[in-house]
Protein backbone atom coordinates (compact mmCIF):
# COMPACT_ATOMS: atom_id res chain seq x y z
CA UNK A 1 0.00 0.00 0.00
CA UNK A 2 1.36 3.17 -0.97
CA UNK A 3 0.57 6.52 1.48
CA UNK A 4 1.59 9.43 -0.39
CA UNK A 5 2.46 12.78 1.40
CA UNK A 6 2.65 16.26 0.02
CA UNK A 7 4.02 18.84 1.58
CA UNK A 8 5.56 22.64 0.64
CA UNK A 9 2.66 24.44 0.63
CA UNK A 10 1.84 27.90 1.89
CA UNK A 11 1.26 31.42 1.71
CA UNK A 12 3.32 33.19 -1.15
CA UNK A 13 3.13 36.60 -3.09
CA UNK A 14 1.79 36.68 -6.53
CA UNK A 15 4.92 36.13 -8.89
CA UNK A 16 6.77 34.07 -6.00
CA UNK A 17 7.57 30.58 -5.83
CA UNK A 18 7.19 27.00 -4.19
CA UNK A 19 7.96 23.67 -4.29
CA UNK A 20 6.19 20.65 -3.26
CA UNK A 21 6.97 17.68 -2.48
CA UNK A 22 5.31 14.17 -2.69
CA UNK A 23 6.82 11.42 -0.53
CA UNK A 24 5.98 7.80 -0.23
CA UNK A 25 6.04 6.09 2.46
CA UNK A 26 5.28 2.04 2.79
CA UNK A 27 6.49 1.40 -0.47
CA UNK A 28 8.59 3.12 -3.22
CA UNK A 29 7.70 5.47 -5.85
CA UNK A 30 9.93 4.03 -8.61
CA UNK A 31 7.53 1.85 -10.21
CA UNK A 32 4.77 4.75 -10.88
CA UNK A 33 3.70 7.35 -12.52
CA UNK A 34 3.37 10.95 -10.35
CA UNK A 35 0.83 13.08 -11.09
CA UNK A 36 -0.10 16.55 -9.20
CA UNK A 37 -3.57 17.48 -9.44
CA UNK A 38 -4.92 20.92 -7.50
CA UNK A 39 -8.88 21.80 -6.95
CA UNK A 40 -10.03 25.52 -5.32
CA UNK A 41 -12.87 26.09 -4.19
CA UNK A 42 -16.04 25.33 -6.30
CA UNK A 43 -13.50 24.06 -9.34
CA UNK A 44 -13.35 21.08 -10.33
CA UNK A 45 -9.91 19.15 -9.76
CA UNK A 46 -7.90 19.73 -12.60
CA UNK A 47 -4.57 18.16 -13.38
CA UNK A 48 -1.32 20.36 -13.70
CA UNK A 49 1.61 18.10 -14.36
CA UNK A 50 2.95 14.51 -14.62
CA UNK A 51 5.81 12.87 -14.41
CA UNK A 52 6.73 9.09 -16.17
CA UNK A 53 7.93 6.31 -13.73
CA UNK A 54 11.26 6.65 -14.87
CA UNK A 55 11.59 10.35 -15.20
CA UNK A 56 12.27 10.68 -18.60
CA UNK A 57 8.87 12.17 -19.72
CA UNK A 58 6.43 14.71 -18.12
CA UNK A 59 3.30 16.47 -19.45
CA UNK A 60 1.79 19.97 -18.12
CA UNK A 61 -1.30 21.69 -19.04
CA UNK A 62 -1.47 24.28 -20.30
CA UNK A 63 -2.17 26.49 -16.78
CA UNK A 64 1.36 24.83 -15.72
CA UNK A 65 3.78 25.27 -18.82
CA UNK A 66 6.53 27.74 -18.56
CA UNK A 67 5.82 28.02 -14.66
CA UNK A 68 5.88 24.83 -13.01
CA UNK A 69 8.24 22.33 -13.44
CA UNK A 70 7.88 18.70 -12.54
CA UNK A 71 10.85 15.98 -11.04
CA UNK A 72 11.78 12.84 -8.80
CA UNK A 73 14.42 11.47 -7.41
CA UNK A 74 14.28 8.57 -5.32
CA UNK A 75 13.15 9.92 -2.63
CA UNK A 76 10.13 12.16 -3.95
CA UNK A 77 8.53 13.71 -6.63
CA UNK A 78 8.86 17.48 -6.79
CA UNK A 79 6.43 20.40 -7.92
CA UNK A 80 8.27 23.94 -8.67
CA UNK A 81 5.75 26.52 -8.82
CA UNK A 82 7.20 29.79 -10.27
CA UNK A 83 5.55 33.22 -11.48
CA UNK A 84 2.50 32.04 -9.14
CA UNK A 85 -0.89 33.92 -9.32
CA UNK A 86 -3.78 34.06 -7.70
CA UNK A 87 -5.71 31.59 -9.63
CA UNK A 88 -3.11 28.93 -8.75
CA UNK A 89 -4.90 29.09 -5.15
CA UNK A 90 -5.61 25.56 -4.69
CA UNK A 91 -5.33 22.48 -2.62
CA UNK A 92 -2.44 20.48 -4.53
CA UNK A 93 -2.64 16.47 -4.73
CA UNK A 94 -0.12 14.19 -5.86
CA UNK A 95 -1.43 11.09 -7.09
CA UNK A 96 0.57 7.34 -8.48
CA UNK A 97 -0.36 5.71 -11.94
CA UNK A 98 1.13 2.10 -11.37
CA UNK A 99 3.71 1.01 -13.94
CA UNK A 100 3.63 4.24 -16.43
CA UNK A 101 6.87 4.53 -18.00
CA UNK A 102 5.70 7.64 -20.38
CA UNK A 103 3.40 10.01 -20.38
CA UNK A 104 3.77 11.27 -24.16
CA UNK A 105 1.94 11.84 -26.21
CA UNK A 106 -1.15 11.14 -23.88
CA UNK A 107 -0.74 11.61 -20.34
CA UNK A 108 -2.79 9.17 -17.80
CA UNK A 109 -6.46 10.08 -16.90
CA UNK A 110 -7.95 10.40 -13.55
CA UNK A 111 -8.88 6.83 -13.16
CA UNK A 112 -5.17 5.62 -13.95
CA UNK A 113 -4.13 7.27 -10.60
CA UNK A 114 -5.31 4.48 -7.61
CA UNK A 115 -3.08 6.77 -4.85
CA UNK A 116 -3.73 9.34 -3.78
CA UNK A 117 -2.08 12.19 -0.94
CA UNK A 118 -4.67 14.20 1.48
CA UNK A 119 -3.33 17.41 -0.17
CA UNK A 120 -1.53 20.51 0.47
CA UNK A 121 -2.58 24.23 0.77
CA UNK A 122 -1.72 26.57 -1.77
CA UNK A 123 -2.58 30.23 -1.44
CA UNK A 124 -1.17 32.89 -3.48
CA UNK A 125 -2.03 36.68 -2.22
CA UNK A 126 -0.79 39.81 -1.45
Known amino acids: QVHLVESGGGLVQPGGSLRLSCAAS????????IGWFRQAPGKEREEVAC??????STHYTDSAKGRFTVSRDRNAVYLQMNSLKPEDTAVYYC?????????????????????WGQGTQVTVSS
Open 95 to 115: AAAPGIRTVVPTPPGPGAYNH
Open 26 to 33: GSTLDYYA
Open 51 to 56: ISSTGG
